[in-house]
């Protein structure tokens, strides 16, 4: 890199060039803060909070008849804002519901699809996905009764990478079924869907992703990939706020499966209020709802939406994987060169990079504490990972910038060995 390239006179002829950088303003990012925790908590844009709003004054002027009154009748919401989710992770509208939270949708799912029988017993997962969907996993290994050893985990190699390759030799006769993220919570990194999809498909085994770091980030092609089914949540990129109600994908040819778990707002919606029993499932991925739609926790998620489509997903995703690529020049050369310690997990290469980048240092939990009180807000995932998500609708240059010198100069001075070793409850 050249000296004009390392410069904050380049960050901010960066942030001149930048098509998205209107979008900043529509955002409320905390006072003397550099936000880069997006891939955890999206920020609040006004867009979100008016559309909040509307649903408050819609529950204050309908009451019940908010139902299927008002601006956006809540009736018919999940199926709706199934069908603004659709083009950001290449679905058919009928194939995507917003449903339940991540973890419950991939309950449901797996109550569909894991159906252990004769040989094919086992689930195929790795040891890097989010705990919550290995507790999800291991649950229902259990639940039919079958030996933990049924929940096969792929481990990272040296690097702390997944190898496709480890994970397609893994797809043996006796796997039911196959569950990966798309983008790895801790390292970033990016399966190939494609690659994964049409191994698992060729096997004979059924198989889902969990895109909750890639929803909103990078643009999806579920359906032509022929992908079985996904869940994701809308509270990181889409920005819809903490506890936000999550989405669900069902590829069309599996529409004619019975709902593994069920309840009456996956009915056909003309017979719900029959009140009749049996259930009469709709005929697309909403008979995978559940009960009432929290409509409150749901509030955001279409405002949420537009804004990701006005920006475009291909427009999001060159911003994402230019910052990305800044981010790690910065700390290459302004810490790791310069002998201040640190690694970076994520890939190197554009296709196989999500929307963070995981930078491990020994002093990880120190740095994490001292950058928050210097107004840097990554995570930290332990044993030593700090994640730094620049999220392209409000995520700057001269922010990246700013936070790559205050990382530096924490670690050349040692203030960070001020904080305590322990983790925070929440970090
Ligand atoms: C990949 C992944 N799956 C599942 C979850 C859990 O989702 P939830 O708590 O919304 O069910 C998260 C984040 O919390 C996640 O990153
Ligand atoms: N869901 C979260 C929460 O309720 C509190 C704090 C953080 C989260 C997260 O989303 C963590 C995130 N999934 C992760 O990748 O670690």
């Not at 008002?70 to 603004?84: I, K, N, V």
């Not at 936070?403 to 960070?416: E, F, N, P, Q, Y």
């Amino acid at each position: 890199m050249t000296d004009q390239a390392l410069t904050r006179a380049e960050a901010a002829r960066l942030d001149i060039e930048d098509k998205l950088s209107s979008f900043r303003e529509r955002f409320y990012i905390p006072d003397g803060t550099l936000y880069f925790d997006g891939n955890s908590l999206g920020l609040l844009s006004k867009d979100a909070e008016a559309s909040v709003q509307r649903a408050l004054d819609a529950w204050k002027t309908y009451a019940i008849d908010g139902w299927t009154k008002g601006p956006e009748p809540w009736f018919h919401l999940p199926e709706t804002l199934g069908g603004l989710s659709a083009p950001l992770v290449g679905a058919l509208p009928s194939e995507v519901i917003v449903s339940g939270s991540t973890t419950v949708n991939l309950h449901t799912l797996l109550a569909t699809f894991y159906r252990p029988t004769g040989t094919r017993t086992k689930i195929l997962a790795d040891r890097e996905n989010f705990p919550s969907d290995l507790y999800a996993m291991h649950s229902h290994i259990q639940l039919h009764g079958r030996p933990d050893e049924d929940l096969v985990l792929i481990e990272p190699d040296e690097n702390g990478l997944m190898s496709e390759q480890t994970i397609i030799d893994a797809m043996q006769d006796d796997i039911a079924l196959i569950l990966l993220p798309s983008v790895w919570y801790k390292s970033g990194q990016l399966a190939d869907i494609r690659l994964l999809t049409e191994a698992a498909h060729a096997r004979g085994i059924v198989i889902g992703f969990d895109l909750a770091h890639s929803i909103g980030a990078l643009p999806h092609e579920l359906h032509d990939i022929g992908v079985d089914f996904a869940v994701w949540c809308n509270y990181k990129y889409v920005n819809s706020g903490p506890g936000a109600t999550a989405g669900l994908y069902v590829h069309e040819r599996h529409h004619d499966k019975a709902p593994g778990l069920a309840g009456w707002f996956g009915s056909d919606k003309d017979r719900q209020f029959d009140m009749a029993f049996p259930l009469t499932p709709a005929r697309s991925a909403s008979k995978w709802q559940l009960g009432t739609p929290p409509i409150l926790a749901t509030a955001a998620i279409a405002a949420s939406l537009k804004m990701l489509h006005e920006a475009d997903i291909t427009a999001i995703r060159a911003k994402s994987l230019q910052q990305t690529s800044y981010l790690r020049k910065l700390l290459t050369h302004f810490v790791i060169d310069a002998d201040l310690g640190g690694n970076i997990r994520t890939p190197i290469e554009d296709s196989r990079r999500g929307g963070h980048i995981a930078f491990e240092h020994e002093d990880a939990v120190q740095l994490a504490k001292a950058l928050r009180v210097e107004g840097v807000v990554p995570d930290f995932r332990p044993p030593y990972t700090l994640r730094f998500a620049p999220a392209p609708l409000y995520t700057s240059y001269q922010d990246i910038y700013d936070a790559v010198m205050i990382i530096s100069d924490l670690l050349k001075t040692g203030r960070h060995h001020a904080y305590s070793k322990e983790r925070d409850v929440v970090s």
